[in-house]
T-cell receptor, first 110, second 111 residues
Framework: GESVGLHLPTLSVQEGDNSIINCAYSNSASDYFIWYKQESGKGPQFIIDIRSNMDKRQGQRVTVLLNKTVKHLSLQIAATQPGDSAVYFCAEDYGQNFVFGPGTRLSVLP | SQTIHQWPATLVQPVGSPLSLECTVEGTSNPNLYWYRQAAGRGLQLLFYSVGIGQISSEVPQNLSASRPQDRQFILSSKKLLLSDSGFYLC??????????FGPGTRLTVT
């Protein structure tokens, strides 16, 4: 069936560097996508969203890029900090609910 | 502002025992409500969602059930727990078409 997945399950970056987390989706009809951050032992927290009529959206230190041609979503984190260490999920709107990818663990090295 | 509560935060139950996890939402009305399970180091698996009182949709056949006795209350239950029911259970709410807001989660260990 349709699904949302991630290219890399783990990512390690040096503090201060930029991070890029990728996500592939297969449902071309999806029109809304979200990135969530989940710290250990906590529920996921909303980071940023994007609708299919946009290619790029920026927040504070984060940018989401949407490439509908290749069905690819990415989350860019600028100047990665230790507090960014977490698991990041992309989610795809499926009408009443969302389908979540398996997640990417981001580790920030000192 | 809206808040979502889950309890208990942690739970250790023997195999075959019943389960009741509760989720309540404050500050909004007629929310969509969701139960997810997350196995260790894995993604989120949607278990149930509800668009209104008494309306429950099940995404995964299993020995769990859900109920929504009040507009802002969502309960996850089981009559007999299995070892495979261990995991991190998350409740979430949303207004239709926008992001979901997650609760703090319940860590369930079935022994």
């Amino acid at each position: 069936g349709e699904s949302v997945g991630l290219h890399l399950p783990t990512l390690s970056v040096q503090e201060g560097d930029n991070s890029i987390i990728n996500c592939a989706y297969s449902n071309s009809a999806s029109d809304y996508f979200i990135w969530y951050k989940q710290e250990s032992g906590k529920g996921p927290q909303f980071i940023i969203d994007i609708r299919s009529n946009m290619d790029k959206r920026q927040g504070q230190r984060v940018t989401v890029l949407l490439n509908k041609t290749v069905k690819h979503l990415s989350l860019q984190i600028a100047a990665t900090q230790p507090g960014d260490s977490a698991v990041y999920f992309c989610a795809e709107d499926y009408g009443q609910n969302f389908v979540f990818g398996p997640g990417t663990r981001l580790s920030v090295l000192p | 502002s809206q808040t979502i509560h889950q309890w208990p935060a942690t739970l250790v139950q023997p195999v075959g025992s019943p389960l009741s996890l509760e989720c309540t939402v404050e500050g909004t009305s007629n929310p969509n409500l969701y139960w997810y399970r997350q196995a260790a180091g894995r993604g989120l698996q949607l278990l149930f969602y509800s668009v209104g009182i008494g309306q429950i949709s099940s995404e995964v056949p299993q020995n769990l059930s859900a109920s929504r006795p009040q507009d802002r209350q969502f309960i996850l239950s089981s009559k007999k727990l299995l070892l495979s029911d261990s995991g991190f259970y998350l409740c979430a709410w949303s207004s239709s078409g926008v992001e979901q807001y997650f609760g703090p989660g319940t860590r369930l260990t079935v022994t």
